[in-house]
Structures are given as C-alpha cells and as structure tokens.
C-alpha cells in the first residue's frame, strides 16, 4: 500500500498538467528568447532532456535591421530570415513538434510560422507553433472542443443614425448597475488621429467595411445557436462592454478598424506615466465612431464608439477563450521586456484567454476569406491552432490571395 501511494504520489507531480497542460509530453519544445548584451538567444528545452540548452541566435542589431511588414516572408527575404532567426535551432527539433515560444525584442513583431525554411516550406507546414507569454505555463488546446457560445460584432456603420443606435443601445443605460462599467473615458484629443496605414481594400481608414458584415454572416450561418450578430447600428461600444459580462465561455469575434492618436513624452517620465497615455491612445471603433472623430456629441447618453485600451483593461473577459481581432495592426504596440504595450496587453488584463490578431493593415476581402475558413474547421472539431494553420494554408494556395500580405500577418498568443 505504502509502494502504490508512493507511485501515485510520484505520478502525480510528474504527469499532472501545469498551467493547464502537463510540463513534458512527448514531441513538446520550449523556446524562450531573451535579448542580453546586443545578442538574440533561445533557451530550448525538449520533453525528456534534463535541462535546457543555451543557443545564441544572432546579434540584437541584425534582428533590428529586418523588415516587419509583408517583404518578410517573400522569397529570399523569408529564407534569409529563417537562417538567421530559426536555423540555429534546428539541430534540437523534430517534424511535427508543438513548439511553445516567448517571443523577445523584435521577435514580437515577426510570424515565425510564416517564415519559409530551405527546402521552399513555410515552416508552420513542418512544425505546430504556440505563441505563449510565458513558457513556464503552457495552454491547453484540446481536440473536438465545443465553442457554443459565439459573441459576432462587424459590418458597422460608422455614421449610424442616432435614433437606430438609441433603439439598440438605450437598455445599457436604463439600469444604474450598468453606468459604472459603460461609461466613456476621456481619452487623448483626436487631433492627428490615425487609422492604419490605408492601402486599396485594407482595413485602414474609417470607411464602412463591404467584406466585414459578410464575415459575420457567414460565421453566423454555420454557428446560430447560441450565436448573436450586431453589425450596422447593433454593432455598439456599449453592448460589446456589456456583452463581455459572461459567466461561460465563449468566443467573441471584432471585425472592424483600430486608432492612435499621436502623443508626447517627456524625459524622466516612468513606465506607469508612458502606459496611461498609449492606453489613452490606441483602440477599437463601433458603430457611431464618425460622429466622434468629426467633434459631435452623442446624444442620448450613448457611449462615442471609440472603445480605448483603458476601456478595454477594465473589462471583464476571464470567460472568453478565444478572441478574434479581425482589423488592422491589432498585434502592434510598444515593445517592452514583458511583451508587446498596446491592444493585446489591455485584452490580456481584461482575462482574455488567448487572441488571434494582425501584424499590419489587412485586405478587406482576404480577412473576411481567412476568416471563413478558420471558422469552419474551428467548428468542425478542430483545435484553434490547427483552424489557424489551414486559414493560412488555403489562402496560400487561393489564386486569389496567396502573396503573404493576406495570410502571414495572422498570430495567436496564448
């Protein structure tokens, strides 16, 4: 009895996950990269090895010197940076290992699973990449998942009529135990205020999105149970906030565009100082946002329609297992050692389990495509990681849109 207790005592702390996942399964990589001393290294640990392995990857200014837009993954730009960036680390892995990895310096802002390997493969065809913010508590990503609850907003109307978005949003602002968690922040002054960099059919700008409400109906139409769309005047600041409140899990889905507004530092000024302004700065539009933008007050009390990363830290989202942000350069921000300071922090803060997101102004019509085809297989059964890979995969193989300016902007962050 005493042996058998001993046994399970041992298996126990060995095989139990953490984190959400057990520390060693068979085929598991760990890659967490540091900048230290003007050098790039991977500290790789590899289910089975006793302790993990130091490889220097490259100098912190050849890492610097690399492009962070599409050029990236063209090419011999893509091979070149797949020697520099991934090379060094091949001896230690296996086709098809699930490599978890913590991302450092510039490495925040590169898709390594876009990169493309010597051989012409790009390298999320050779191996399974989860990005993590901490390779110490690895996510969980289990087969034949059921995500009922699905949370759609897009297609919005940016110059929505007042009246339709009162008729929509009055409710919020009926009941006194809503105010608190509704109300407006004051946020930077819009003058200067950016959208993106706007090239033809991207998701820059404030224009209303033709591709955007098609995405939500076709997602709509293969998971209606349970499922709510607000696009046009429903697509509302308010109901989102108010919509996060859950005590279940669910998905939700933000097909729109993003903000900046330019704001100034001053020396001396600390890190708390620096993160109010950016989050002050950056964020989400809704329905309505035009009257904003333009100076016009809402009336009827209605929220403005610009959802700010302060906004956005306050929520409540520790039920959402998988939130989609389907607009423009919704993974950039501020570079800092914990990480990326913008939208995905803020998301991060509110309890936001894992977040699919871009790295620069995305196609219209491309991301409402890579979007079908995530949502079929995510509903189909597949994990959200494997929906991830085959978006990318039939995109790159469409007529249509197989330049990496479509489909490698697409990360996921655990």
């Not at 209303?208 to 046009?232: Q, V």
């Not at 993003?258 to 100034?264: A, E, K």
């Not at 297989?377 to 890979?389: A, N, Y």
Request: net charge neutral; with cysteine; hydrophobic share 40%.
């Amino acid at each position: 009895m005493i042996r058998l207790t001993r046994f399970l005592c041992f298996f126990l702390a060995v095989c139990l996950p953490f984190g959400g996942v057990a520390q060693s399964r068979r085929g598991e990589v760990t890659v967490a990269y540091q900048i230290q001393d003007g050098f790039c290294y991977a500290s790789i640990n590899r289910s089975g090895w006793r302790e993990p392995k130091s490889v220097r990857i490259c100098a912190e200014k050849e890492l610097d010197a690399l492009p962070t837009d599409a050029s990236l993954y063209r090419g011999e730009t893509a091979k070149a940076a797949f020697t520099l960036l991934f090379s060094p680390l091949k001896a230690y892995l296996k086709k098809g290992d699930r490599i978890y990895f913590s991302p450092a310096g510039k490495l925040y802002l590169v898709n390594l699973a876009a990169l493309m390997d010597d051989s012409g493969h790009r390298l999320f065809e050779r191996y399974h990449f989860f990005r993590v913010s901490d390779v110490s508590a690895l996510p969980s990503d289990p087969k034949r998942h059921r995500y009922y609850t699905i949370r759609l907003y897009g297609g919005m109307n940016y110059e929505a009529d007042f009246d339709q978005m009162n008729y929509y949003g009055w409710s919020c602002h009926a009941f006194p135990a809503m105010q608190s968690f509704i109300e407006d922040c004051q946020g930077l002054p819009l003058s200067g205020i950016s959208f993106g960099q706007a090239d033809d059919g991207t998701r820059a700008g404030y224009g209303n999105l033709k591709a955007s409400r098609e995405e939500i109906k076709f997602i709509y139409r293969i998971r209606t149970w349970l499922s709510s769309p607000n696009t046009g005047p429903r697509a509302l600041e308010e109901l989102f906030r108010g919509d996060t409140r859950r005590d279940h899990e669910y998905v939700m889905h933000l097909s729109t565009h993003t903000f900046n507004i330019p704001f100034r530092t001053y020396p001396g000024e600390d890190e708390a100082a620096y993160k109010r302004k950016l989050y002050k700065s950056c964020g989400l539009l809704f329905s309505g946002a035009g009257h904003t933008i333009r100076g016009e007050k809402m009336p009827f009390g209605l929220n403005d329609g610009l959802l700010y990363a302060e906004e956005i830290a306050g929520l409540d989202m520790r039920y959402c297992c998988l939130l989609v942000l389907a607009a423009c350069n919704t993974a950039l921000g501020t570079v800092t050692q914990d990480g990326i300071l913008g939208l995905q922090s803020a998301f991060k803060e509110a309890g936001a389990q894992t977040l699919l997101m871009t790295l620069w102004s995305v196609n219209d019509r491309a991301t409402a495509e890579f979007m079908k085809v995530f949502y079929t297989h995510l509903f189909d059964g597949k994990t959200k990681h494997e929906s991830l890979d085959r978006a990318r995969k039939a995109l790159m193989d469409s007529a249509d849109f197989n330049d990496p300016v479509y489909w490698a902007p697409f990360i996921m962050l655990d």
